[in-house]
C-alpha cells in the first residue's frame, strides 16, 4: 500500500472537518504540520530504539528504523519503515512526499492497537479521543534535550486524551495516560522521541513501577527520566 502523508494523517489524526490553516492548533502544527525532514538530505536512515516497562505486563525492548530516499522530481522524501520486530513487527505502508515524521504517526497506530488489545475497545473511539486532544487539550512548552552528547532546544508537547472520557470507566486502569512527543529541529528528523506513561495506582507505596510506559528514543539521545518531570 501507498499513501501520501497527508492523506494517512488526516485519515488517522487530525480533526475532522475543514482544512483551513487556522482551524489547526499549535499542537497539530508542531506534530503533524511542520516540516520536520526538512534537515534530512536523503537518502538518510534514522534509527530509534523503542523500550516498553512497567507493572501492567512484561516489557521489552526493541528497534524502530526508517529509510528516506528522494522523490523522482528529487525532493525530499519517499519513505519506508520497520516498526518493531518480529511478532512486534507492525505492518507500515510508504509514504509518498513526507514532511512530517511518519514515525509520530506510526508509533500512535502502535499506541492505538495497543489500547484495543489491552481494553477490547474500538480503534477508532481511541484514535478520536487523541485527535481532540491534540486539537483542544495539549500543552506545547519549550524544553532542552540532550543529543549526541550536547544540549539541544525543542518543545515539548504533551496531552492526556482519557482524563475528561465519559466513558473511561470501561478502561479505567488507563485513563491516566499521559503522551509526549520531543522535538527538536537540531535532531534528525525532528523527533527525538516520544513517551507515553501510565502512573501506578492512586495510594500506591513510594517507588512503586508505573503501570506501563513506552519510550521510542533516537539514537544518540540522552535516556528519558524514569517517570515524567
Given at each position: 500500500m501507498r499513501l501520501h502523508a497527508w492523506q494517512v494523517a488526516l485519515a488517522v489524526m487530525l480533526p475532522a472537518g475543514g482544512f483551513a490553516a487556522q482551524d489547526f492548533s499549535p499542537a497539530e502544527q508542531a506534530i503533524f504540520m511542520a516540516d520536520q525532514l526538512a534537515n534530512l538530505r536523503p537518502p538518510s536512515t534514522l534509527r530509534y530504539s523503542f523500550?516498553?516497562?512497567?507493572?501492567?505486563?512484561?516489557?521489552?525492548?526493541?528497534?524502530?528504523?526508517?529509510?528516506?530516499?528522494?522523490q523522482p522530481d528529487g525532493s525530499c522524501c519517499t519513505s519506508?519503515?520497520?516498526?518493531?520486530?518480529?511478532?512486534?513487527?507492525?505492518?507500515?505502508?510508504?509514504?509518498?512526499?513526507?514532511?512530517?515524521?511518519?514515525?509520530?504517526?506510526?508509533?500512535?497506530?502502535?499506541?492505538i492497537r495497543e489500547m484495543r488489545r489491552l481494553t477490547q475497545g474500538p480503534e477508532n473511539y481511541?484514535?478520536?479521543?487523541?485527535?481532540?486532544?491534540?486539537y483542544q487539550g495539549a500543552t506545547v512548552a519549550p524544553a532542552s534535550f540532550v543529543y549526541q552528547g550536547k544540549p539541544v532546544a525543542g518543545r515539548e508537547v504533551s496531552f492526556r486524551p482519557y482524563l475528561d472520557d465519559p466513558n473511561r470507566y470501561r478502561y479505567?486502569?488507563?485513563?491516566?495516560?499521559?503522551?509526549?512527543?520531543?522535538?527538536?529541529?537540531?535532531v534528525?528528523?525532528?523527533?527525538?522521541?516520544?513517551r507515553t506513561h501510565v502512573a501506578a495506582a492512586a495510594g500506591a507505596e513510594a517507588g512503586t513501577p508505573?503501570?506501563?510506559?513506552?519510550?521510542?528514543?533516537?539514537?544518540?539521545?540522552?535516556?528519558?527520566p524514569r517517570t515524567p518531570p
Open positions: 523500550h516498553k516497562a512497567g507493572s501492567l505486563e512484561a516489557g521489552f525492548d526493541d528497534t524502530v528504523v526508517l529509510a528516506f530516499r528522494r519506508t519503515g520497520e516498526f518493531l520486530t518480529g511478532p512486534r513487527r507492525l505492518p507500515l505502508p510508504d509514504i509518498d512526499n513526507a514532511k512530517a515524521n511518519p514515525v509520530i504517526l506510526y508509533f500512535l497506530e502502535h499506541d481511541f484514535r478520536k479521543r487523541i485527535r481532540m486532544a491534540v479505567e486502569k488507563l485513563a491516566g495516560k499521559e503522551y509526549r512527543f520531543l522535538l527538536s529541529d537540531a534528525p528528523g525532528g523527533v527525538l522521541g516520544i508505573p503501570l506501563l510506559t513506552e519510550d521510542l528514543l533516537i539514537d544518540g539521545a540522552d535516556p528519558l
